[in-house]
């Protein structure tokens, strides 16, 4: 397989990636499949396209044209390109993607639960662990934001290997270099938070794993997955930990999400290995852009009132709370993202800072990119973070890590508008 082909293959099984959520969520399986058809053509007009910016361009164009049926799988990609872009609530509302299975319980007290950082409940709860598995939803970078906090934290419980979805063996040089860039895994990896996720697990001296598989069904995929885990993490080191972040519900500790009788990937790995994996669910509690009535995330905000991404945690006993304990042992909740320019939760806890920017970066040509890279790191490098502005007279802000940056302004076809120097004081 040239490496053309390669990368088709790896963009392809993100087509999939959504497809088995629809399909866990209700929808008929010869609906999914004439949409997965339909963004088979996207994918392969997108190929060439020499930028995000240019990708997005191309969706927006394209969308419109479609039969309203077949809008499903393009509006998942438009969504993903503008989460890279770091368009992250034009992402969430363009693609008001509800997989949650409906939740008809009783929603946990306040007086019996308390809501705990979510960081520092799941870093006790995998203090005897061999394996902890968080899941995001693929459109929406504020599931990425909780891994990057529980990274220090499990490498400090002795945690040693941490896999990543987005990544593929088609990058040696990864861990040497100690960043990734857009050679190192799929398109979701450009999204500058993933970007992080990797860049912090090399520098904390975790062993970066991909795992991703070839293999042309779900079924397939799931096993070949664990297989992967078990063999280049288990089988490798007998006494590795593992923190794995996955899409969805490959984390899934029962079928049901995939399909009928689909084994998922935590399942398996948990047949292979012996260990059975903490599994941390974020994609049911969040916001997915719409407001729907007696919508029990709502009800959920109003009770606790979060801040940040939190955990449920019992008064008397100390356990952790799940809408569903036989897929999940525990649920994250996120609050919504804010009404400044940009969401509140990309400061991170308040451990970025925000720098203004405004389309004077863009010398008239838009729309245009803006975004930070390391000055330390090369050109090819996944921006710290990065902004597409799409009208004139435009501002809005980076969020940056104290450190010095390169900031470049760029048009749809990669040609550099504007640079300078940047530096973040701590």
């Not at 070839?214 to 997955?225: F, K, Y």
């Not at 356990?319 to 940009?342: F, K, M, N």
Request: glycine share 6%; with cysteine.
């Amino acid at each position: 397989m040239d490496k053309d082909q390669g990368v088709a293959r790896r963009h392809l099984r993100l087509g999939c990636m959504l497809a088995c959520a629809m399909l866990g969520a209700g929808f008929a399986a010869p609906a999914a499949a004439d949409q997965a058809a339909q963004a088979r053509d996207l994918y392969a007009e997108l190929q060439p396209l020499k930028s995000d910016l240019q990708r997005y361009q191309h969706l927006v164009d394209a969308i419109p044209r479609l039969e309203h049926d077949d809008r499903i799988m393009p509006l998942q990609l438009l969504a993903a390109v503008e989460d890279e872009l770091g368009l992250y609530d034009e992402a969430i509302r363009d693609f008001p993607f509800d997989n949650r299975v409906s939740f008809t319980g009783e929603l946990p007290p306040p007086e019996l639960w308390r809501a705990d950082d979510a960081a520092e409940v799941i870093g006790k709860l995998a203090k005897d662990r061999r394996i902890v598995m968080i899941n995001e939803a693929h459109h929406d970078g504020h599931t990425r934001a909780l891994t990057l906090a529980l990274l220090p934290r499990l490498r400090a419980e002795g945690f040693t290997h941490f896999a990543a979805e987005a990544l593929h063996d088609g990058d040696p040089e990864l861990a040497g270099r100690g960043y990734p860039t857009p050679a190192s895994g799929s398109q979701y990896l450009h999204e500058p938070l993933y970007g992080e996720i990797v860049r912090q697990a090399l520098k904390l001296g975790f062993i970066v794993v991909p795992y991703e598989s070839d293999a042309a069904t779900v079924a397939d995929r799931e096993s070949g997955q664990a297989r992967q885990l078990y063999r280049k993490v288990f089988e490798a080191d007998p006494k590795a930990r593992l923190f794995v972040h996955a899409g969805y519900a490959h984390i899934d500790k029962a079928p049901g999400n995939l399909g009928a009788g689909v084994q998922t990937m935590a399942m398996q790995l948990k047949q292979i290995t012996g260990f059975d994996p903490l599994s941390i669910d974020q994609t049911r509690w969040r916001d997915i852009g719409v407001r729907l009535d007696n919508d029990p995330y709502r009800q959920l905000l109003a009770l606790y009132k979060p801040q940040t991404a939190v955990v449920l945690v019992r008064r008397d006993d100390g356990s952790a709370w799940s809408a569903d304990p036989t897929r999940h042992d525990v649920d994250v909740i996120l609050p919504p993202p804010g009404h400044q320019r940009r969401p509140r939760w990309l400061s991170l806890d308040g451990r970025r800072s925000s720098r203004l920017i405004t389309t004077d970066l863009c010398a008239g040509h838009l729309p245009c990119v803006v975004e930070a890279r390391y000055a330390d790191e090369d050109e090819q490098a996944i921006a710290a973070d990065r902004f597409a502005f799409l009208a004139a007279d435009g501002m809005s802000s980076l969020y940056l890590y104290p450190g010095k940056y390169v900031l470049r302004a760029a048009d749809a076809q990669g040609r550099t508008l504007a640079e300078r120097k940047l530096e973040v004081a701590p």
